[in-house]
């Protein structure tokens, strides 16, 4: 399959991201408070790799923060050899097209590895519609065996949490970890970012 990416980043299609190092306090003792949100973030995340295994569009869609999802759909509108998506535009009524050609426009000094901002969230009008669950569940079929098989091979190896953030270490087949950043929205935590780095070294 065209462009194929370890983990959901199905989703992202090219938007993960590595960085140089990941960053981490010195260990310290855990407070209650932080166990019971390390518990919850795992629990989250497992929600999703499950979403995943079981190739269910609209958890996994569940799972993923609203700043996920505009990533996700800045990348889909920004792939002009794809035509899947401007089929799917063409089905907009006329104020939400408005709504959704204004912010694209808005959007054009985004880089699509997003290094120097990530796209601003998409208008409701698109974010809370049918037809974006509509798009999103066609472009994951697509890819959902694909998701599945990648997503048998995740291993949590450690979640760290940090207020309303948290990032899950997952470990995949190979000599590859993935870095799940999680955040806190409406009080869930959802699924935010995705970062990939070689085990046991710096990513490249």
């Known amino acids: 399959m065209k462009n194929a990416i370890p983990i959901l980043v199905l989703l992202l299609a090219g938007c993960v991201r590595e960085r140089r190092a990941f960053p981490m306090d010195e260990p310290r003792p855990e407070t209650p408070e932080e166990r019971a949100a390390k518990r919850v973030a795992r629990e989250s995340f497992d929600q999703f790799r499950r979403a995943l295994m079981e190739r269910d569009a609209v958890a996994v869609l569940r799972r993923m923060s609203l700043q ?42 985004v880089q699509l590895d997003f290094g120097n901002r990530r796209p601003d969230l998409l208008p409701a009008s698109v974010l809370y519609s049918p037809w974006f669950v509509g798009v999103w569940t066609s472009f994951f079929k697509d890819e959902a065996e694909d ?39 409406n009080g869930e935590w959802k699924v935010d970012w995705v970062v990939r780095r070689p085990m046991g070294g710096v990513a490249q």
């Open 147 to 185: 998701q599945r098989r990648l997503a048998a091979e995740m291993n949590v190896s450690d979640v760290y949490v940090d207020g309303p953030g948290a990032t899950v270490m997952v470990k995949m087949a190979g000599t590859t970890t993935m870095m799940y950043s999680m955040t806190v929205e």
């Open 68 to 109: 996920m999802c505009s990533d996700w759909f800045f990348h889909r509108m920004s792939d002009k050899a794809d035509p899947r998506m401007a089929g799917h535009v063409v089905k907009l009524d006329a104020p939400t097209r408005i709504d959704l050609d204004v912010w694209f426009k808005k959007q054009k000094d």
